[in-house]
């Protein structure tokens, strides 16, 4: 009898992991262990959360269950597939057969309408191509009905025929999902899911990721630093710490022990009653079309002074427009209409309008934008230089150049703002400009090693970064090390504003919490302006001087934190 009951017991475990352990060899030679004698097991239909601080092995994890990581020791059984250290890459193959995976940050969408997308992903389990079969065949009626079967079930029957490209982020977040249960995976993994969404999207999206557990059976892994996001949909939760499993059980039980690490918040300086202005928007209106839709968004109007030293949250729904206006508060976007001044001193300066005034008025903004992934091999320090190299006074022998080769000032300034753009963004504009990466590199050039060690150095220090992050690889380091050293790069050239779109969507609350407080530690020291959009309200409260709520591209209020978040709240509920 306990024999029988042993095997009903396995056979109810999709996923079981016995005795993990991964160790990275980093590039310095050093050896890092990621996993340390990690064991659990997952029942069919279960939803099971992990939670820890960056760089705990959380996403490690995943990527062993999904099949695309080796390891060193244990066993891993993903339904009817073992994997061991020495097993082959067809064993592994299998394994990545039996699972589908949903990263935050990875949108992979075709361009074409919803449907299409996920009848070509239903088309993948059949031939292991996205193809699409011959419109009006029984064939495509066949995908077609079960494609908008799953899209009703993630809660997007109404966007069925909508282009893919126009959906909001949050909307797009339900259609990867979709696209991943078309697969009918034995085991849907989720990295971070609804991560820089506002409340009613992040809301929506938990909503789906319940309705395909609840009406299909499946069985999710969820990796997450949202307290919120395992409230929600975890029946179970492992707190993994430095690789180990520090706790097991209850989801709110196991939150309990997990935020007991966190550190008391830093308080904010207080600003001068009559702060000057730094920055300011005068009737600034931003338009964006998409063949062939037309006008897709709209910023309207927009006015606002932005005061010296000080912290101003930009918070809203998805979509709203709030990294729009980062971009143009950083010159990175032109306006429509209106104007966007910088003021240093008695100089005031236009930057919406290109030429050499904007280049030096531009040098003193810094900006982490929402996309700021490293480029995976590149060592940190050769990325530090090439930041440095872009926005120091290097940019009067840029000038020099230019002329030589016949380059106007405007042209200076238009590529200069497309190379602080996320890359693949700055090299698809690049080439609609007849241009390559490489024109940057000439007119930029990249600092020696020597001077990006010496400006490092203290801010380095001030963050809590080890010296010897400069020789790491941007894949060796966790999520809130990318983070950090994202910052240095903006901090490097000694901006007087310092602009951050969704800077706290990756961090548990442990290492959010020091990233609000070293945020503080920059703005009290360095008496730095800090712009930043986040849907992270508690971060937004404990951080920001003032808040303002932008929706539908219109600035609704400016006020305290406490204020416009409890207006936020309230027209979200109505």
Not at 506 to 534: A, H, Q, S
């Amino acid at each position: 009898m306990e024999k029988y009951q042993r095997g009903l017991e396995s056979l109810r475990k999709i996923v079981q992991v016995e005795d993990l352990e991964k160790e990275f060899k980093l590039v310095s030679g050093e050896t890092v262990k990621a996993l340390d004698g990690v064991s659990f097991s997952i029942n069919k239909g279960e939803v099971l959360g992990v939670i820890g601080e960056s760089g705990s092995g959380k996403t490690t994890l995943l990527r062993i269950v999904r099949g695309v990581e080796t390891f060193n020791r244990g066993v891993v059984r993903v339904g009817d597939v073992t994997l061991t250290p020495k097993s082959t890459p067809k064993d592994f193959y299998q394994v990545k057969l039996r699972t589908a995976i949903h990263l935050q940050r990875s949108f992979g969408l075709w361009p074409e309408s919803v449907v299409s997308n996920v009848m070509r992903a239903l088309y993948y389990t059949k031939a292991k191509e996205e193809f699409l079969p011959p419109e009006g065949s029984s064939e495509y009626n066949t995908y077609f009905k079960k494609a908008v079967k799953l899209l009703n079930i993630v809660g997007l029957g109404h966007r069925t025929n909508l282009w893919a490209e126009v959906l909001s982020g949050g909307e797009k977040q339900r259609l990867i999902l979709a696209r991943q249960l078309a697969k009918n995976p034995a085991v849907l993994l989720l990295d971070e899911p609804a991560t820089m969404t506002c409340p009613k999207t992040r809301a929506d999206v938990l909503e789906a990721i319940k309705s395909a557990n609840r009406k299909m059976g499946t069985t999710v892994l969820v990796v997450s630093h949202m307290v919120e996001v395992h409230k929600k949909i975890s029946q179970r939760l492992i707190w993994l710490d430095k690789g180990s499993i520090r706790a097991e059980g209850d989801t709110n039980l196991v939150l309990k022990k997990f935020l007991a690490k966190r550190n008391r918040a830093k308080p904010k300086i207080a600003l001068p009653k009559k702060s000057p202005t730094v920055m300011s928007l005068e009737r600034v209106k931003k338009t964006y079309r998409l063949v062939p839709y037309g006008e897709v968004f709209t910023l309207e109007d927009v006015s606002l002074d932005v005061r010296k030293g000080e912290i101003l949250a930009f918070v809203g729904p998805s979509g709203a427009g709030k990294t729009v206006l980062l971009r143009l508060l950083a010159g990175l976007e032109v306006p429509t209409r209106g104007k966007i001044y910088y003021r240093s001193g008695k100089v005031r300066v236009n930057i919406s309008q290109l030429g050499w005034r904007s280049i030096e008025a531009r040098r003193k903004i810094g900006i982490l934008h929402q996309e700021y992934s490293l480029p995976y091999w590149s060592q940190v320090i050769d990325l530090l230089a090439a930041r440095l190299g872009l926005k120091s006074w290097k940019t009067l022998e840029a000038l020099a150049h230019a002329r030589k080769i016949k380059l106007s000032g405007k042209a200076v300034d238009t590529i200069q703002r497309i190379a602080e753009l996320p890359e693949e963004e700055a090299k698809m504009k690049l080439k609609g400009i007849g241009l390559t990466i490489d024109i940057i590199k000439e007119l930029f050039p990249a600092y020696s090693a020597n001077i990006v060690k010496q400006k490092a150095a203290p801010i380095f220090s001030s963050l809590r970064l080890s010296p010897s992050l400069l020789h790491r690889r941007a894949y060796e380091l966790s999520a809130g090390e990318q983070l950090r050293v994202a910052i240095v790069a903006s901090l490097l050239s000694n901006p007087e504003v310092l602009i951050l779109d969704e800077p706290f969507g990756d961090l548990d609350p442990i290492t959010l919490r020091k990233i609000t407080n070293l945020l503080k530690d920059i703005n009290r020291k360095l008496g730095i302006t800090i712009l930043l959009v986040d849907h992270q309200l508690d971060a937004v409260r404990e951080t920001a001087h003032r808040a303002a709520l932008i929706e539908g591209g219109k600035l609704i209020a400016c006020d305290t934190p406490e204020k416009i978040i409890r207006i936020f709240l309230g027209r979200g509920r109505s």
